[in-house]
């Protein structure tokens, strides 16, 4: 759906959406800032008349200036969320494309600034773009819990709590000044609180000489050794298992084979049909043959 929206606006031939549609350098974050800042910002009548052109005529001049004229709102939103742990250049580019989307659904009709519309849509792909990178396991996944992972900290300050762990009693003064049930508090209190570690990082951040944590992991795997003696017995039970199952009448074979050795396991039903015998025959034959195999196999082993 992102790409589509992307796709559908024109392609810019000037500088300011060309930079609208992502900021990936870092080192010209301060150029683009001062690019957009100078774009003039468009009166009320202004919005209207370019998003009218759009809608209507898909006019590709419209859509560029309705869109340049609000970058720097974007840049705005995105130094609201510049602690969350994601380079700036990354946020704008998120909410460059929310902005984009807001053209694209955008209806003049209905009486709304363009500016705060778009805002809405701004927000809302910083948002996702920081849940969906603050953890390699996703957070924030319902709106209640989005709204604990952005507001706790201010709910926090509001209500003068300054444990990092919190008590029952604060988690429910919380939960209650978010308007969200106290589980989702909770949980959010619990996941912010714990950022991933990776496992390259140092066992123990005041020894120079520390080894990271995958080394200290433990190797379950087993040594070489072991691990070429369980192939040599499997491959002499393969052989044994052949050679005496060979050794056994064909009909003891065939049905000890049907019985034990097969998947799906042939009934007792099919095979007193196919051979003309009585179930109970079919099944004396099988604990025959078996314990005749299987004693075979056990004697030569042992020798």
């Known amino acids: 759906m992102k790409k589509q929206i992307k796709n559908t ?28 800042q100078k774009i003039p ?30 970058l720097r709102m974007v840049v705005s939103v995105a130094y609201d969320f510049k602690n969350y742990g994601i380079p700036v250049g990354d946020l704008i580019a998120s909410g460059n494309m929310g902005l984009m989307q807001a053209v694209q659904k955008f209806d003049p009709e ?23 990178n603050w953890s390699i396991v996703k957070i924030g996944t319902s709106a209640n819990q989005k709204r604990v992972f952005f507001n706790l900290a201010r709910a926090k300050r509001a209500l003068g709590i300054m444990d990092n762990n919190m008590s029952d009693e604060q988690t429910k003064k919380v939960a209650e000044y978010l308007n969200v049930p106290e589980n989702d508090v909770k949980r959010m209190a619990t996941r912010i609180g714990a950022r991933d570690v990776s496992l390259n990082a140092p066992a123990h951040s005041n020894d120079e000489g520390s080894t990271d944590i995958l080394s200290n992991l433990a190797d379950n795997k087993m040594n070489i050794e072991e691990g070429l003696e369980r192939l040599e017995f ?47 025959r079919v099944r004396q034959i099988e604990e025959r043959a078996y314990k005749k195999l299987s004693g075979a196999i056990l004697k030569e082993a042992q020798e």
Request: glycine share 4%.
């Open 234 to 280: 499997r491959r002499r039970g393969y052989e044994l298992l052949r050679k005496h199952l060979e050794a056994l009448p064909e009909r003891d074979r065939e049905i000890l084979k049907a019985r034990r050795l097969s998947d799906p396991v042939v009934t007792l039903e099919s095979l007193s049909q196919k051979y003309g015998i009585s179930r109970e």
């Open 41 to 70: 910002i468009l009166t009320a009548e202004e919005e209207y008349e370019y998003a009218t052109q759009w809608v209507k005529n898909h006019d590709a001049a419209a859509a560029e200036k309705l869109v340049a004229s609000h």
């Open 110 to 132: 209905k009486g709304f600034r363009f500016s705060t519309y778009a805002m809405f849509w701004v927000r809302a792909e910083i948002y996702e773009t920081i849940l969906n």
């Open 9 to 36: 606006l024109p392609v810019a031939t000037n500088t300011s959406l060309v930079a609208a549609r992502g900021v990936s350098d870092e080192s010209g974050l301060a150029q683009y800032i001062q690019t957009v």
